[in-house]
């Protein structure tokens, strides 16, 4: 059976859905959602094989969503009501898209990706790596919250846990340095370390340390130490 998670703001797409999967055979829906936060706290949960995402939601999008999934990922089939124009910016960077309504026949085909495994490099990294989050949903004690990438200050390997730092608190997400680094905007966030990817727009003095290294000092006192081989490249990036 692949294990199906629902997620989308209107009860009518997700009972519509719902019923359609219910003949598919294979297919187990464990648990349905109506907005982003919620979702990723139940892929967290519940490691779902399969995500039906809706693209456009309150708080956050499905992409948004897509983005903070922890490794390793579930499939994931965006449901959108965008025109066919539209969907095509995701037509190649998913496992596959669904126009709303959905029909009997094209759930059937997207389902078929789905089991044929969808050999290749995974959808999910191409379309995050095309569209940079603008936010995370990030976890702090047993709740989810949304936080806008202008308002990372930092994010830091902690343990083998990503901790996300705002100027005044701090969250965790799931996703690794490695997984962010190549989804972040290069225009708006820097890695200085192993165990550190600062946000430029934050950063509010270098302090060079000798041997070609030194630290920076963010927006909220956030002091993080700079490696050698990328403080060269960071003041570059600053002054430039």
């Known amino acids: 059976m692949i294990r199906t998670l629902i997620v989308d703001d209107e009860e009518p797409a997700r009972e ?14 464990v648990a349905e959602a109506e907005d982003g936060e919620r979702a990723l706290a139940q892929a967290i949960e519940l490691a779902p094989q399969l995500l039906f995402l809706d693209i456009q939601m309150p708080g956050c999008s499905g ?5 903070s999934l922890p490794s390793p990922r579930p499939h994931v089939i965006f449901c959108t009501a965008f025109d066919q124009y539209a969907v ?33 490099e995974r959808p999910l990294e191409r379309v995050t790596r095309a ?3 603008r936010r995370f949903v990030a976890k702090r004690g047993r709740g989810y919250h949304v936080v806008a990438a202008r308002d990372v200050v930092a994010f ?14 701090h969250f965790w997400i799931p ?25 430029l727009d934050l950063i509010q ?35 430039s």
């Open 16 to 29: 519509r859905l719902r019923r359609l999967l219910s003949a598919a055979g294979d297919v187990e829906v």
């Open 63 to 67: 992409l948004e969503v897509a983005a």
């Open 88 to 120: 095509d910016a995701f037509e190649l960077n998913a496992v596959d898209y669904l126009l709303k309504p959905v029909s009997r026949e094209r759930l059937e085909r997207a389902l078929e990706k789905v089991r044929a495994g969808h050999p290749g």
């Open 131 to 133: 569209l940079p989050p």
């Open 156 to 169: 830091v390997s902690e343990d083998g846990l990503t901790k996300l730092l705002t100027a005044a608190e």
């Open 175 to 199: 996703p690794t340095l490695n997984d962010l680094e190549a989804r972040l905007d290069p225009r708006q966030f820097y890695r200085v370390s192993r165990a550190a990817i600062v946000n």
């Open 205 to 239: 003095e270098i302090v060079p340390a000798g041997d070609g290294q030194g630290d920076v000092v963010l927006k909220g006192g956030l002091r993080l130490e700079v490696s050698r081989r990328r403080f060269q490249r960071l003041t570059e990036i600053l002054q």
